[in-house]
């Protein structure tokens, strides 16, 4: 290795890498605790002092996506014996499955707005990002600030109007009405974003393609967009993380038919007090696929975060 | 028509180029390619606010849709900017914003410091510690409120553990004193590696000669980080800050699921209060000059806040 006057020592890597970790650890541990508690039963989850060492259960899970009613032995001895491993847990607690919860209506109209909204995103944010940037727009420093501007406003002072536009157009509570409001709220980052992206790519390229007797629109979907691809992948994933994790507007704008998991999963409630394992299962089923996409964004992070402000 | 920014861009496009396009021209494909997003951002972005600044005039209520609606000229404004109690929530807002600021940059700019010492797997940890900011910040409020249950969270349970302190004596949600700090560390916890990720950018962009040259000139590593790093890095800093500090004026969901605003009001950030005036007391016209004096009240601190950033630029 040669040496070089900016390399930190081997001691300063050390003691940086312990600490690093040390708070990595740390931070880690109400998201671990969230896992943990869903496999915890009931009692374990609000023991004193908390438990880290306990058996696992799937009642939490079982609970989340069952509704059950209390069942008097008259009852149980005319069900016959449970027939499936949750009814079985389910038993075990003196009730019947009376059947599913809202669970998993919510998490799958989080799946169908966050894909829908991105889909339609993309397929917009991406024209119209291949335009400003192939096409020379004037005003191009002004674009940013313009992009953070329309995201000043607090979702809140928005929701009136959108309410109100929505309740006239028969929008309200319904998925079309969430897909085309959370478009509209990540396009301009969207376009923002993927002009970056396409900037990056030689206009030369392009330049052979219609030489060589392709269209505009050829050139465009031939040769830009396969170019574009990891670009547009990593913002169509920062447009699904934002749908999904929206809550202002999802719980102003709908309560039933398109209402997504992030206001349902704080109203989950047991028979007796909060059901945590329960609460903690829907989270994690919730946060765990984000984190997955996190561990794939990890390069582009900083640039989707930062409006493309910052580029590595 | 003929003067939008389309039609300018259109013209600027070297002849060379427009002479290859068969087919449709180049303006026409701008116009079809844009077109629909422009649609969608004034449909949903540019006309509620103006739909917002119209409706601040006038004494509408969304539940009494058949009153007689009156224009009432600033009477809205007049009366929140005299309102004692939206001071008290621009001061629980304001010590939120600089808590939460302040920790973050600190904690942010150490951890991007530590990092950037380039230990073996810091590219892991780093992708570790950034988890808590892709979570849905409601989902996380409501299990932090688990968390800081007393007796059984386990908050309660580690502070207890370190100063002896009954984990029962306390409530960090509510109590008083304890819940404006409560969201603050909710709220660090899930935002310090944003600020570290944008410091660490700004870190890695300082390029090595500079370190060379001073270390020729013998200049201590204490002196180099005071006169290199941090002048180098501040641009960075700075705009991390203006990120947050957008972000958390119009803070709803995580506190929102934390305390609800309370207990009392020690808690009601101003898009809490907000969303009480437009959705619970239904006042529409209040709460949409409300939102407007929002809207202008960060417009123009972070106008203000980029002029200065553009200056540190340039230096």
Redesign the interface.
Do not use: C, H
């Given at each position: 290795m040669s040496f070089?006057?900016?390399e930190?020592s081997k001691r300063?890597?050390?003691f940086?890498?312990v600490?690093?970790?040390g708070?990595?650890i740390i931070?880690?541990?109400?998201?671990l605790?969230?896992i943990a508690?869903g496999f915890k039963s009931p009692t374990d989850s609000?023991?004193?002092?908390?438990v880290v060492v306990f058996e696992p259960t799937l009642e939490g899970y079982v609970n989340l996506f069952t509704e059950r009613t209390r069942a008097t032995s008259q009852m149980l001895e005319t069900a016959g014996p449970p027939t499936t491993w949750y009814e079985e847990i389910a038993r075990n607690r003196g009730t019947v499955i009376s059947g599913p919860s809202r669970y998993g209506e919510r998490f799958l109209n989080s799946v169908i707005i966050g894909f829908g909204s991105t889909a339609l995103c993309m397929i917009?944010?991406t024209?119209?990002a291949?335009?400003?940037s192939r096409?020379?727009?004037?005003?191009k420093d002004d674009l940013l600030?313009f992009i953070?501007?329309?995201?000043?406003?607090?979702?809140?002072?928005?929701?009136?109007?959108?309410?109100?536009?929505f309740r006239n157009l028969g929008l309200n509570d319904t998925h079309l009405g969430m897909i085309?409001?959370y478009?509209?709220?990540n396009?301009?980052l969207s376009?923002w974003l993927l002009k970056g992206f396409i900037d990056e790519i030689p206009v030369e390229y392009e330049?052979a393609a219609?030489?060589d007797?392709y269209?505009?629109?050829q050139a465009f979907y031939k040769v830009v967009l396969p170019q574009a691809a990891t670009g547009i992948a990593s913002t169509a994933i920062f447009c699904l993380?934002f749908a999904?994790?929206e809550?202002?507007f999802a719980?102003?704008l709908t309560s039933g038919t398109a209402q997504t998991?992030?206001?349902f999963?704080?109203t989950i409630i047991g028979t007796s007090g909060k059901d945590?394992p329960a609460?903690?299962a829907g989270?994690t089923i919730?946060?765990v696929p984000?984190?997955v996409?996190?561990?794939l964004l990890?390069k582009h992070?900083?640039r989707g975060?930062?409006f493309g402000?910052?580029r590595? | 028509m003929k003067n939008s920014?389309?039609d300018?861009?259109?013209a600027?496009?070297p002849d060379g180029?427009a002479r290859?396009?068969?087919?449709?021209s180049?303006r026409t494909?701008?116009w079809?390619?844009?077109a629909?997003?422009?649609f969608?951002?004034l449909?949903?972005?540019i006309?509620?606010?103006i739909?917002?600044i119209r409706?601040s005039f006038t004494n509408f209520r969304?539940n009494r849709p058949n009153n007689d609606v009156e224009w009432v000229g600033l009477r809205n404004y007049q009366r929140i900017l005299s309102d004692p109690d939206i001071w008290d929530t621009m001061q629980a807002t304001a010590h939120f914003l600089i808590w939460t600021i302040l920790l973050q940059v600190l904690?942010g700019f150490t951890?991007a410091y530590?990092?950037n010492?380039?230990?073996?797997?810091?590219?892991m940890?780093?992708?570790?510690?950034?988890?808590?900011?892709?979570?849905?910040?409601?989902?996380?409020g409501?299990?932090?409120t688990?968390?800081y249950?007393p007796?059984?969270g386990?908050f309660n349970?580690v502070v207890a553990f370190f100063t002896g302190a009954d984990?029962a004596s306390f409530s960090m949600i509510g109590d008083v004193h304890l819940a404006p700090w409560a969201i603050v560390i909710a709220d660090t916890?899930m935002w310090?590696?944003?600020v570290m990720?944008?410091c660490?950018?700004g870190l890695?962009s300082i390029p090595?000669s500079i370190?060379?040259a001073a270390?020729c000139d013998r200049a201590s590593k204490w002196r180099q980080f005071w006169t290199i790093t941090i002048p180098m890095a501040l641009p960075?800093v700075m705009?991390a800050v203006l990120?947050r500090g957008?972000e958390n004026?119009?803070m709803?969901?995580l506190v929102v699921?934390l305390t609800g605003g309370g207990p009392g009001n020690t808690t009601t950030l101003?898009?809490i209060d907000?969303?009480r005036e437009?959705?619970e007391k239904w006042r529409?016209g209040y709460?949409?000059a409300?939102?407007?004096i929002?809207?202008v009240t960060?417009?123009g601190l972070?106008s203000i806040y980029?002029k200065a950033l553009n200056k540190v630029k340039e230096r």
């Open positions: 070089s006057v900016t930190p300063a890597k050390w940086a890498g600490l690093v970790v708070y990595a931070t880690l541990v109400p998201l605790w969230i508690t609000i023991a004193y002092p908390p917009l944010g024209a119209a291949y335009a400003f096409f020379r727009v004037p005003l600030f953070l501007s329309t995201r000043m406003m607090p979702p809140i002072a928005v929701a009136i109007p959108i309410f109100l536009m085309l409001l478009t509209a709220v396009l301009s376009v330049e219609l030489i007797g269209t505009r629109f993380i999904w994790n809550y202002a719980v102003l998991a992030p206001p999963i704080p945590w609460v903690a989270a919730f946060l984000v984190m996409f996190t561990i990890r992070l900083l975060i930062t402000a910052v590595k | 920014p389309i300018k861009a259109a600027a496009t180029v290859r396009i068969r087919g449709l180049d494909i701008a079809i390619f844009v629909p997003t422009i969608l951002l449909a949903v972005n006309f509620p606010l739909w917002t409706l969304v904690i951890l530590l990092i010492k380039k230990f073996k797997g810091n590219d940890w780093t992708t570790i510690i950034v988890f808590p900011m892709m979570l849905s910040p409601a989902v996380v409501n299990f932090w688990f968390l249950q007796q059984i386990l349970y984990p916890w310090t590696p944003f990720l944008i660490l950018a890695r090595d370190y060379e270390e960075f705009l990120f957008i004026f119009k709803f969901d699921q101003t898009s907000l969303k437009a959705f529409t709460s949409s409300y939102a407007v929002l809207f960060v417009f972070a980029v």
